[in-house]
């Protein structure tokens, strides 16, 4: 089963996605539409505030501004500027939901 129409990925890998949706490259390799690719900022938009618009939310979250729920995902790099190849290399760092770290990613030690 796929994730939505467009047979891309057979799960929902957010990182996986961002990365098809401003360069159109799938698993393989190969490029899917390339002509539809988004501007990183379109595709961050749309992950975030467009889908708040969407579900009429717009008002409570959506974006980092002042009264709206705070629940924020870090990553391991900044998918704004990493040069393409390097996006599916971003990991989840944090996720902070109402205040409070519900996720952080291990600690990784190098073996002396």
Excluded: H, W
């Amino acid at each position: 089963m796929f994730d939505r129409d467009a047979e891309i990925e057979p799960f929902i890998d957010p990182i996986a996605s961002f990365d098809c949706t401003v360069t159109r490259r799938i698993p393989d390799g190969s490029f899917f539409t390339p002509e539809q690719s988004l501007t990183r900022e379109q595709g961050l938009r749309s992950y975030t505030i467009n889908n708040a618009y969407a579900a009429f939310e717009e008002e409570i979250k959506g974006s980092l501004t002042p009264g709206k729920y705070a629940d924020i995902t870090i990553l391991s790099n900044d998918i704004m500027t990493i040069p393409d190849d390097g996006l599916p290399s971003a990991e989840l760092a944090y996720t902070i939901i109402g205040g409070e770290v519900k996720y952080r990613i291990k600690e990784r030690v190098t073996p002396l």
